[in-house]
């Protein structure tokens, strides 16, 4: 069993940044795939970054150049850097472990 436990996000002006992290842990754990998905109100669930195995990470169109995923560090945490932050970025964010292993979420908000 994975469990992943997600930290940061918060609130942030347009043009602002910010990180979150994705920290998986378990027995013997051996990271094969992690995706970022986020969900607006009112939209449907996005995938925005993600890699599997020793593929290149991909970016959905609407973050790539500004948004930059990192790969598993030696304490398993992935790391989603977002800068030049929009408005349309506020959502809910998730990242998820070899396909099934989901954190909490964890809330993003852009504004003024």
């Known amino acids: 069993q994975v469990d992943v436990v997600q930290s940061g996000g918060g609130s942030a002006q347009p043009g602002g940044s910010l990180r979150l992290s994705c920290t998986a842990s378990g027995d013997r754990i051996r990271i094969n795939s992690v995706v970022w998905f986020r969900e607006a109100p009112g939209k449907q669930r996005e995938l925005i970054a993600g890699f599997t195995g020793y593929s290149p990470i991909d970016y959905a169109l609407a973050v790539k150049g500004r948004f930059t995923m990192s790969r598993p560090d030696t304490k398993n945490t992935v790391y989603l850097q977002m800068d030049s932050l929009k408005a349309e970025d506020t959502a809910v964010y998730y990242c998820?472990?070899?396909?099934?292993?989901w954190g909490q979420g964890t809330q993003v908000t852009v504004s003024t």
């Open positions: 998820v472990v070899n396909d099934d292993s």
